[in-house]
C-alpha cells in the first residue's frame, strides 16, 4: 500500500482556520468514511482528534472537524491557537496506510 | 482509563531479532471488537503500520514487512509482543503499541529502537 498524500506543511495566523488535505486511492480513502486523524507533538506519541471520517473522540475541541470527498479527506482547524502548532497525519483503516504528515505552523 | 506501555531493548544489532511488548493495564486486551497494533516511526519521519493481532490470534501485517514480523499475544499477562528480524539501520525507530478499532485511540508513549552494532 501506497501511503496517502498530505502537504508537507501547512500554516496560519492565530484566529484563523486552516485545511489539511489527505488524498489517496479508490481502495483506501474512498472506499469507506474510515479516516482518522492524528496530531503529534514532538517527542510525543500521536493523539486521535477525528475518527470515522469526521467524529471527534470525547475531549477534543469542536474547532476540530472532518471531511471526505471521493478520494480527498480533509482536516480543517478552525480558529487557530498556538498549542495547535504540530505534526497532522491521516490514516484510513482500509488498507492500514497512513498519510506522509504535515506540519502546521501557527505564525 | 487504558493504559498501553511498551518495553523491550533499545539497542539491536544488525541480523539480529527485535523483540517488544506492550502491557496493557486499566482494561482486558481479550475485549472484542478490539485489535492491538504496532506502529513505529523512523527519526524525524512519518508513521508506518506494522501489524495488528486480534486477542484470538487472528493478525494482519504490512504486506512490505511481513515476511520478517511475529506478532502474538498472552491473554494471561495482558500483553502483546513484536518480533522483527534480519534487522537493518532503517528499521530504527520509534516503536509505538497502540488499542485499534477503525482508528488507534489509546497509545503508548513510544520506545525507541536504535539498531547498530
Known amino acids: 500500500q501506497s501511503a496517502l498524500t498530505q502537504p508537507a506543511s501547512v500554516s496560519g495566523s492565530p484566529g484563523q482556520s486552516i485545511t489539511i488535505s489527505c488524498t489517496g486511492t479508490s481502495s483506501d480513502v474512498g472506499s469507506y468514511n474510515l479516516v482518522s486523524w492524528y496530531q503529534q507533538h514532538p517527542g510525543k506519541a500521536p493523539k486521535l482528534m477525528i475518527y470515522e471520517g469526521s467524529k471527534r473522540p470525547s475531549g477534543v475541541s469542536n474547532r476540530f472537524s472532518g471531511s471526505k470527498s471521493g478520494n480527498t479527506a480533509s482536516l480543517t482547524i478552525s480558529g487557530l491557537q498556538a498549542e495547535d502548532e504540530a505534526d497532522y497525519y491521516c490514516?484510513?483503516?482500509?488498507?492500514?496506510?497512513f498519510g506522509g504528515g504535515t506540519k502546521l505552523t501557527v505564525l | 482509563q487504558l493504559q498501553l506501555q511498551e518495553s523491550g531493548p533499545g539497542l539491536v544489532k544488525p541480523s539480529e531479532t527485535l523483540s517488544l511488548t506492550c502491557t496493557v493495564s486499566?482494561?482486558?486486551?481479550?475485549?472484542?471488537?478490539?485489535?492491538w497494533g504496532w506502529i513505529r516511526q523512523p527519526p524525524g519521519k512519518g508513521l508506518e503500520w506494522i501489524g495488528s493481532i486480534y486477542y484470538s490470534g487472528s493478525t494482519y501485517y504490512n504486506p512490505s514487512l511481513k515476511s520478517r514480523v511475529t506478532i502474538s499475544v498472552d491473554t494471561s499477562k495482558n500483553q502483546f509482543s513484536l518480533k522483527l528480524s534480519s534487522v537493518t539501520a532503517a528499521d530504527t525507530a520509534v516503536y509505538y503499541c497502540?488499542?485499534?478499532?477503525?482508528?488507534?485511540?489509546?497509545w503508548g508513549q513510544g520506545t525507541l529502537v536504535t539498531v547498530s552494532s
Open positions: 486499566g482494561g482486558s486486551i481479550s475485549s472484542s471488537s478490539y485489535y
Open positions: 490514516c484510513s483503516y482500509a488498507g492500514r496506510v
Open positions: 497502540a488499542r485499534e478499532d477503525t482508528e488507534l485511540d489509546y
